[in-house]
């Protein structure tokens, strides 16, 4: 298969890595230093499903935040220093072609990304300290996707989206989607922000998922590298395409090993793996019994990193499909997100001391629920997604178990140590992964041609 291009250099690459390990330390060791700090500065918590009520340091993801952020900016000059020596080295030989418009470009990209990280830390952080209503805080993700959108606009502004083969008849090849495109890449950071928040509340629940799709991205984004050994075979499926995402640049220049497509997919490497660094070092203190708690602000700036990778690298199509259970869990959710069925302040798992075992928490109705509530509750515990209390005289639902995929774990699978509970979150993250690939690789090649 001809490469467009020769082998693209990776600039940076190695730099990167070794900042990821330096993330990693800087985690491990300064999470437990500051933890005293954070108590001090009342940034604490309780732990929910523990006998005991020690102040756990809170809001610690400001300091994962911290390194991550600082470690993006010490590297700027890496990647680049190299295309900036190249470009005096062709004004030097009289070639004035390749002007420095590309470096700016790449330049912008990297600090609109930053922008964006830097205003999800911001967020996460006020909310920890706030308690900011969720309705209040939702359009401000969208805010911050601005600049990376602006980026995206001025780089491309490529709205197509490519049609799957059967409905080509009706829109052709191409759809333009125009400003809706805009509005799915804005709504994509308020989705992967909100989405790993709510699906916390056990120790270690929300850095292994970030871990997990990070890893999975990563992965995604090593299949693009020009190897020396072709193992690239699954994408043979897709033909000499690029990435047939929504809005992924689909022209004939972009083929499978073009400069672009692995600058693209190097870029999201300089964001994921310096995140994996730092999740794994915080990991280690926030596993059970945690010692250290995340807080809203390690929520955000994960799920805004994956929004920077998707859009910036054009994946996101790919990138949503690493985030199935935060779907199913959000889908769920969302008659208690919407005001269909009472929603507590926390849906967490109930902890039974006795057995040391979390069991499914319920939420109570104080007034009998409407005919549409009875319905879709109904539905959902034919499915075995809640289960139900009910009144046995009236019929009337009193109790149902809060929608989330935890307490759907603990109502299917039986009473479960914390532990446990979060392995099993961990396993069906990766199954999910698993699944992504396959759908990816092997199943998009049904319904898009090659
Ligand atoms: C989200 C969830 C809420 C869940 C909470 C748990 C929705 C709409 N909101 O709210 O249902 O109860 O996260 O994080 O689904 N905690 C633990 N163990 C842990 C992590 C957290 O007990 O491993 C508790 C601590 O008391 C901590 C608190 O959860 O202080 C943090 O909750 P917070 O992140 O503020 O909740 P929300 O994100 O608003
Ligand atoms: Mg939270």
């Known amino acids: 298969r001809p490469l467009l ?58 300091v994962c935040a911290s390194i991550y952020i600082i470690l993006l900016i010490i590297f700027i000059p890496f990647p680049f220093a190299r ?29 609109s990304s930053l922008l964006s990280l830097m205003m999800a830390t911001m967020l996460g952080f006020l909310d920890d300290v706030f308690d900011i209503r969720w309705r209040h805080k939702l359009p401000i993700p969208l805010i911050a996707s601005i600049p990376l959108l602006m980026v ?11 049609v799957p083969l059967p409905l080509r008849g009706l829109f052709g090849v191409l759809l333009n989607l125009g400003p ?21 509340g056990i120790n270690g629940s929300e850095v292994s998922q970030a871990l997990i799709i990070a890893i999975s991205v990563i992965i995604n984004d ?89 859009i910036q690298a054009h994946f996101s199509k790919t990138l949503l499909l690493f985030f199935l259970p935060q779907i199913f869990n959000f889908v769920l959710s969302c008659p208690q997100l919407f005001g269909l069925v009472p929603n507590p302040r926390h849906r967490v798992p109930r902890f039974d001391a006795d057995t040391n075992k979390l069991y499914p928490s319920k939420t109570m109705f104080l007034r009998p629920p409407s005919r549409l509530t009875t319905l879709v509750l109904r539905i959902l515990s034919v499915l075995r997604l809640t289960e139900l209390t009910i009144n046995s005289t009236t019929g009337v639902i009193h109790e149902c178990t809060n929608l989330t995929i935890l307490n759907f774990f603990l109502v299917n699978l039986g009473p479960l140590h914390e532990k446990r509970l979060v392995q099993v979150l961990m396993c069906t993250q990766v199954a999910g992964s698993v699944l992504a690939f396959v759908v990816r690789y092997g199943l998009a090649g049904l319904v898009y041609d090659g």
């Open 5 to 62: 291009d020769p082998v693209p250099p990776l600039p940076g690459l190695y730099t990167s890595v070794g900042l990821s390990i330096y993330a990693f330390l800087a985690a491990l060791y300064m999470i437990p230093a500051l933890g005293p700090t954070f108590i001090k500065a009342n940034l604490k918590g309780r732990d929910l499903l523990k006998t005991y009520s020690d102040p756990i340091p809170e809001s610690q993801g400001l």
């Open 222 to 310: 090593l299949l693009y590298l020009p190897w020396p050994v072709d193992f690239r075979i699954p994408l043979h499926l897709l033909g000499n395409k690029a990435e047939v995402d929504i809005g992924g640049e689909w022209h004939a220049g972009m083929a499978y090993g073009s400069q672009e497509l692995v600058s693209r997919h190097v870029f999201s490497l300089y964001f994921m793996l310096p995140l994996v660094g730092v999740c794994l070092g915080f990991m280690y203190h926030n596993w059970y019994p945690a010692r250290a708690f995340p807080g809203d602000t390690f929520c955000y700036v994960a799920g805004m990193a994956f929004s920077v990778v998707g």
């Open 83 to 111: 295309t900036v020596a190249s470009l005096s080295h062709a004004e030097a030989n009289g070639d004035s072609s390749r002007g420095s418009e590309p470096l700016h470009h790449q330049l912008a990209v990297y600090l």
């Open 152 to 162: 995206y606009f001025a780089e491309s502004g490529n709205t197509h989206v490519v």
């Open 180 to 200: 809706l495109y805009y509005l799915y890449m804005s709504l994509l950071s308020t989705f992967t922000t909100n989405s790993i928040n709510i699906l916390a």
